[in-house]
T-cell receptor
């Protein structure tokens, strides 16, 4: 199972871009990179996912390196409501179910 | 978008009693549901995976007789913590995967249940 490593915490000024890195050097060719976030005492919220191309949606952009060993989640204009723990995970297929292996994530604090 | 409703959001119970947590998919059929627990400042730990109409698959170290999971319909799964003890106090989260879904962004999470055992 591919594992991910993320910095434990980051700070960002409100209105600025937040760039959250993730290393997944053992990712295999058919595994996707997913990003979720968890606001305090709530369930995780899906943000974005990708395989090898960069992706963008209304919440964020995902930049994946060419060798796929790392990626960066970009929140282009962080707000106070973006303060949360951000999880970078890779998809693991186990039988007919899909298991997610969760690390400790990055605790992002957006400051006014 | 798809919504997963988890109830109750908060429960306090006495040691030795049992607590049932419900997880409902409101606008899609959930063929698979996952149950997690999360301790303070820790990550989510998968407890078990259940498919509708079949027995749940428990992760190593999770007691199936203590954490009873029922997934009797495509919209409802329940987790019952039996004979709860203070060490069972935790944040329990369910997630549901829709029928025919292949992309993992079809995995939807409930808002969790904060269980406190006194």
């Amino acid at each position: 199972d591919a594992k991910t490593t993320q910095p434990p915490s980051m700070d960002c000024a409100e209105g600025r871009a937040a760039n959250l890195p993730c290393n997944h050097s053992t990712i295999s060719g058919n595994e996707y990179v997913y990003w979720y976030r968890q606001i305090h005492s709530q369930g995780p919220q899906y943000i974005i996912h990708g395989l090898k191309n960069n992706e963008t949606n209304e919440m964020a952009s995902l930049i994946i390196t060419e060798d796929r060993k790392s990626s960066t989640l970009i929140l282009p204009h962080a707000t106070l409501r973006d303060t949360a723990v951000y999880y970078c995970i890779v998809r693991v297929l186990a039988g007919n179910n899909r298991k997610l292996i969760w690390g400790l994530g990055t605790s992002l604090a957006v400051n006014p | 978008g798809a919504v997963v409703s988890q109830h109750p959001s908060r429960v306090i119970c006495k040691s030795g009693t049992s607590v049932k947590i419900e997880c409902r998919s409101l606008d899609f059929q959930a063929t698979t549901m996952f149950w997690y627990r999360q301790f303070p400042k820790k990550s989510l730990m998968l407890m078990a995976t259940s498919n509708e109409g079949s027995k749940a698959t428990y992760e190593q170290g999770v007691e199936k007789d203590k954490f009873l999971i029922n997934h009797a319909s495509l919209t409802l799964s329940t987790l019952t913590v039996t004979s709860a003890h203070p060490e069972d106090s935790s944040f329990y989260i369910c997630s549901a995967s829709g029928q025919g879904a292949d992309s993992l962004n079809s995995l939807h999470f409930g808002n969790g249940t904060r269980l406190t055992v006194t």
